[in-house]
């Protein structure tokens, strides 16, 4: 396996993809926005297509329109408080409906389908330095705002009487969170990226009763989600995401049981 350069790329960018996405997730389901990461993979694929038909490297569609649509939900969700989920509605609603249209023109119909779903075999050496460097930016802001984090995860009002600079912190966190979910894309799959978002916190949340607890099982679940996924998807040919997002399923439905007989017992 580790003598095809692809599935050392493959490997190497998802295991760093599997502790800074549970990094992210873990902020966006405290703060109840994960369904950001739905809206943003989605219409990330309006920026594949953009690439495609451009003739440049889709990776770079996929993050400019992360970007874009990720502080559009922000600037939507500021001006309609009472509304959040409204401005996820509206830009997802916008990249489908920018990507079925340019999707009929666009050249390559496997290289858009392995960002539907996931492909191990579509990484490349530059994404796995896209992917690295990426990394340090997450664990850095990660460690560094841990605190201003988890004030902004549970009330933003609080967080600036506790003397967050509020902006400051979010115009981070949208930015890492925009090109996190960009580059996931090609290895998880667009329509897959949430899963991978929300499923290791959920299961964390079933057994871990801190912030911190959560956070530090978050992301073992997320190594051990991708990297299983990674490699179930290279013996058996299945779509990367799909494997992933199934042995996620299982292993919160299995943690479920065991807590559930845990309390049983006692």
């Known amino acids: 396996m580790l003598e095809f350069a692809f599935m050392r790329h493959a490997l190497i960018a998802g295991l760093c993809l599997s502790i800074i996405i549970p990094m992210i997730g873990i902020v966006m389901v405290n703060r109840k926005t994960s369904m950001i990461g739905d809206a943003l993979s989605h219409a990330s694929l309006s920026g594949v297509a953009m690439g495609l038909i451009l003739g440049f490297e889709p990776v770079w569609g996929v993050i400019i329109v992360c970007l874009i ?16 989920d409204m401005a996820t509605a509206v830009i997802t609603s916008a990249g489908l409906g920018i990507a079925a249209v340019l999707s009929k023109f666009a050249p390559g119909g496997n290289t858009f389908d392995s960002y539907l779903f996931g492909s191990i075999s579509a990484v490349t050496l530059q994404d796995v330095i896209g992917v690295l460097v990426v990394f340090v930016l997450v664990v850095a802001v990660s460690v560094i705002y841990y605190a201003a984090l988890l004030d902004i995860a549970i009330d933003t009002d609080l967080a600036r009487l506790a003397g967050v600079n509020v902006r400051l912190v979010n115009t981070l966190f949208t930015f890492l969170a925009a090109i996190t979910i960009a580059l996931s894309c090609k290895i998880v799959g667009a329509l897959l990226v949430l899963s991978i978002l929300v499923l290791p916190v959920a299961t964390a949340l079933i057994v871990s009763c801190s912030y911190k607890g959560t956070f530090i099982m978050a992301v073992i679940l997320g190594v051990i989600y991708t990297m299983c996924g990674i490699i179930f998807s290279y013996y058996y040919d299945v779509p990367t995401g799909g494997a992933i997002v199934i042995l996620a399923i299982i292993g919160m439905l299995l943690v479920g049981l065991y807590k559930k007989i845990r309390l049983i017992l006692h």
């Open 69 to 84: 649509g990720a502080f559009c939900i922000e600037y939507i969700r500021q001006k309609f408080p009472h509304y959040g």
